[in-house]
Every structure is written in structure tokens, then in C-alpha cells.
Nanobody, 124 residues
Framework: QVQLVESGGGLVQAGGSLRLSCSASGRTFSSAAMGWFRQAPGKEREFVALINWSGWQTAYTDSVKGRFTISRDNAKNTVSLQMNSLKHEDTAVYYC?????????????????WGKGTQVTVSS
């Protein structure tokens, strides 16, 4: 059984930064893509970023490109999301998810395990 636990959320002013972390249990972490998704109040959950199994390939939704950076440490079974220049519209619950394969896609259906989420609130 795989468990994902997010941390690092909180309240920050617009323009500020936060770093989210996701700690994963299970031996298959290093062979799976990892992703971050978010769900804002009243909206559907959306893709934010993904990283392939090795960390060499990443992808981002357009609205966070140049501001967010996803990274992973396979030795520590962790994936992180560095969020800079935060905007009010980044306010959401952020979820970590494990990909079904090593490469991953932006589709939720391609992720099989999910964390419970961490709240990020950006005040304007």
C-alpha cells in the first residue's frame, strides 16, 4: 500500500513563496512519475505539475510556468513543489499523486494514489 502525505501549506501574501513537500511510502516511488494537482473552492481539481521517474522531465500547467518548480529526491521518497510569486488565484488545496507509469501525463486517471491534500491560501 502506498501512502502520500503532503506538508508545507499555509497562508502567504501575494508575491510570497511556499514549498510543498510530499512524502511517499512504498518501494515503487522511484519508478513512478509524480504529480501535483490543486482544487480551488467551487472548482474542479486541476493539474499543476508533474515529474517523471528520474526527474529529468517536468511539465506544468500554463498558469504556473516560470513560478513553480517540481523536483524529487528518490533517495528520500519525496517530491516537492516550490511556489514563487504566488497569486491569489493559486489559493487551493494541493494534492500529491503517484503516476501509474514512470512518465506520467496530465490526466488524473493516470495517477493511482493520492494524498489528502494541503491548503494553500494566498491573500491579495
Amino acid at each position: 500500500q502506498v501512502q502520500l502525505v503532503e506538508s508545507g501549506g499555509g497562508l502567504v501574501q501575494a508575491g510570497g513563496s511556499l514549498r510543498l513537500s510530499c512524502s511517499a511510502s512504498g518501494r515503487t516511488f522511484s519508478s513512478a512519475a509524480m504529480g501535483w494537482f490543486r482544487q480551488a473552492p467551487g472548482k474542479e481539481r486541476e493539474f499543476v505539475a508533474l515529474i517523471n521517474w528520474s526527474g529529468w522531465q517536468t511539465a506544468y500547467t500554463d498558469s504556473v510556468k516560470g513560478r513553480f518548480t517540481i523536483s524529487r529526491d528518490n533517495a528520500k521518497n519525496t517530491v516537492s513543489l516550490q511556489m514563487n510569486s504566488l497569486k491569489h488565484e493559486d489559493t487551493a488545496v494541493y494534492y500529491c499523486a503517484r503516476g501509474r507509469t514512470g512518465w506520467g501525463t496530465k490526466a488524473e486517471a493516470d495517477f493511482d494514489y493520492w494524498g489528502k491534500g494541503t491548503q494553500v491560501t494566498v491573500s491579495s
